[in-house]
């Protein structure tokens, strides 16, 4: 659990071992990241060249606001809708989310939808191929079979759907940071450090570093994992890793 109580106190648990630091090397809104690249969404694209922070930039574009001007709650429901599009939210599934009523809901995401136009195009060619393919692949070629689009139940068609929508995303995600996990030991090796790779937790890699290397670690782990998908793919979205050092996991994290 990471944006719990409980999920802190685990984390912490995880203490470097003497002269040594934890590091957590986590990959910034790739889903995102990839949605722009992969659904070639322009607005999104520009947001992120820019560094333009995505859901505030989401929310100028939604709701009018111009983003010097942005309160914490408009970028909240506009965070909600970013990352719920990727996962087919629904108006009910959103309304619950935000606590708002299913009609404002439904509005947010038809907004959404005629703000960036290009997303709605990736979802129904997507729906479209899966449906005569029964699989999607992702930007590097893998494959996922989506068994569902063939169900009797409408229900279980509905969720092959949204797995074929959110799965070159994901999928790509993932493709991502093995390739990051592959090349690491002999970025760090050929850097001359002895910092070691421990785990990785969804777009997150940890690492333990001899304190006195952990300024080189962090620059070597960032320029390998931010450059992954090359030569394979040419992402049109930069990568972006964020990184911190400290004694335990959680103040890493």
Request: proline share 5%; charged share 25%.
């Given at each position: 659990p990471?944006?719990?109580?409980?999920g802190?106190?685990?984390?912490?648990?995880?203490?470097?071992?003497?002269g040594h630091?934890?590091?957590?090397?986590?990959?910034?809104q790739?889903e995102?990241?990839?949605?722009?690249?992969?659904?070639?969404?322009?607005?999104?694209?520009?947001?992120?060249?820019?560094?333009?922070?995505?859901?505030?930039?989401?929310?100028?574009?939604?709701?009018?606001?111009?983003?010097?001007?942005?309160?914490p709650?408009?970028?909240?429901?506009?965070?909600?809708?970013?990352?719920?599009?990727?996962?087919?939210?629904?108006?009910f599934?959103?309304?619950?989310?935000?606590?708002?009523?299913?009609?404002?809901?439904?509005?947010?995401?038809?907004?959404?939808?005629?703000?960036f136009?290009?997303?709605r195009?990736?979802?129904?060619?997507?729906?479209?191929?899966?449906?005569?393919?029964?699989?999607?692949s992702?930007?590097?070629?893998?494959?996922?079979?989506?068994?569902?689009?063939?169900?009797?139940?409408?229900?279980?068609?509905?969720f092959?759907?949204?797995?074929?929508?959110?799965?070159p995303?994901?999928?790509?995600?993932a493709?991502?940071?093995?390739?990051?996990?592959?090349?690491?030991?002999?970025?760090?090796?050929?850097a001359?450090?002895?910092t070691?790779?421990?785990?990785?937790?969804?777009?997150?890699?940890v690492f333990?570093?001899?304190?006195?290397?952990?300024?080189?670690?962090?620059?070597?782990?960032k320029?390998?994992?931010?450059?992954a998908?090359e030569?394979?793919?040419a992402?049109?979205?930069p990568?972006?890793?964020?990184?911190r050092?400290?004694?335990?996991?959680?103040?890493a994290?």
């Amino acid at each position: 659990p990471i944006r719990t109580e409980t999920g802190r106190q685990i984390r912490q648990a995880f203490i470097a071992a003497p002269g040594h630091v934890l590091i957590s090397a986590d990959y910034s809104q790739i889903e995102l990241r990839l949605l722009a690249h992969i659904g070639d969404i322009p607005e999104l694209k520009r947001a992120f060249a820019a560094g333009i922070d995505i859901h505030t930039a989401t929310a100028s574009e939604m709701f009018g606001v111009p983003v010097d001007q942005m309160d914490p709650e408009t970028r909240r429901r506009a965070k909600a809708i970013n990352f719920g599009i990727v996962y087919g939210i629904s108006a009910f599934g959103l309304a619950a989310q935000l606590n708002i009523d299913q009609g404002e809901a439904g509005a947010y995401i038809k907004t959404y939808f005629e703000r960036f136009p290009g997303i709605r195009t990736y979802m129904d060619a997507t729906k479209a191929q899966v449906r005569e393919t029964g699989m999607v692949s992702t930007v590097f070629g893998r494959r996922i079979h989506i068994p569902a689009i063939h169900s009797k139940s409408g229900a279980e068609r509905q969720f092959g759907e949204r797995a074929a929508i959110n799965a070159p995303i994901q999928g790509a995600a993932a493709d991502i940071i093995r390739r990051a996990m592959m090349r690491m030991p002999g970025a760090l090796v050929e850097a001359g450090l002895s910092t070691k790779m421990l785990l990785q937790v969804h777009d997150e890699l940890v690492f333990e570093a001899p304190e006195a290397e952990a300024e080189r670690a962090i620059a070597v782990i960032k320029r390998t994992m931010e450059g992954a998908a090359e030569p394979a793919v040419a992402l049109t979205v930069p990568l972006v890793v964020e990184a911190r050092a400290a004694g335990n996991w959680d103040e890493a994290h």
